[in-house]
T-cell receptor, first 114, second 109 residues
Framework: NAGVMQNPRHLVRRRGQEARLRCSPMKGHSHVYWYRQLPEEGLKFMVYLQKENIIDESGMPKERFSAEFPKEGPSILRIQQVVRGDSAAYFCASSPLTDTDTQYFGPGTRLTVL | KNEVEQSPQNLTAQEGEFITINCSYSVGISALHWLQQHPGGGIVSLFMLSSGKKKHGRLIATINIQEKHSSLHITASHPRDSAVYIC???????????FGTGTSLTVIP
């Protein structure tokens, strides 16, 4: 049973470009969480999704950031017009429907904005 | 004020020492996690607690719901235990998790 997969593991973008980060939850998990870890800071919640539904996006910046979890395929965190301050590690975690207190983390995507 | 406070921020120990990392939180929770993060690496969930105590190998985690406090203990510490240990809580009735800033542990041979 493969764990949570994230790709790419490392992503380099220039200011103004778009970044797309993908997260494939564990098999059978229908809940996905995205977190951001800025350099020298702790993890911060961004968004919580179920298939085809955003449950809680209270941690998402109001502009340039969006997330989706389609019926088929991975969850996508999209950052438009990236700025240097977006450089961070982005982690995804998944939970089964029956136990949303349990979280399994992916390896993270390290985004560097030049 | 952060909902989750950890102490100490940094900890250096000699191999074999008994280590304790503390976590205090200020809100009602449904679950508390202890996570391990190696430098440049991913995050591993060590324990999930809602009450009592759990043990896995040399690691022990306890939680006192009334005092809103949890501890992570490492017995017979080893250099491979060197990592950042993070406490995370899920608010009761809430969706998101709140994280402590982590305790950076270095175990010297």
């Amino acid at each position: 049973n493969a764990g949570v997969m994230q790709n790419p593991r490392h992503l380099v973008r220039r200011r103004g470009q778009e970044a797309r980060l993908r997260c494939s939850p564990m098999k059978g998990h229908s809940h996905v969480y995205w977190y951001r870890q800025l350099p020298e800071e702790g993890l911060k919640f961004m968004v919580y999704l179920q298939k085809e539904n955003i449950i809680d996006e209270s941690g998402m910046p109001k502009e340039r950031f969006s997330a989706e979890f389609p019926k088929e395929g991975p969850s996508i965190l999209r950052i438009q017009q990236v700025v240097r301050g977006d450089s961070a590690a982005y982690f995804c975690a998944s939970s089964p429907l029956t136990d949303t207190d349990t979280q399994y983390f992916g390896p993270g995507t390290r985004l560097t904005v030049l | 004020k952060n909902e989750v406070e950890q102490s100490p921020q940094n900890l250096t120990a000699q191999e074999g020492e008994f280590i304790t990392i503390n976590c205090s939180y200020s809100v009602g929770i449904s679950a508390l996690h202890w996570l391990q993060q190696h430098p440049g690496g991913g995050i591993v969930s060590l324990f999930m607690l809602s009450s009592g105590k759990k043990k896995h190998g040399r690691l022990i985690a306890t939680i006192n719901i009334q005092e809103k406090h949890s501890s992570l203990h490492i017995t017979a510490s080893h250099p491979r235990d060197s990592a950042v240990y993070i406490c995370a809580v899920r608010l009761r009735g809430g969706n998101q998790f709140y994280f402590g800033t982590g305790t950076s542990l270095t175990v010297i041979p």
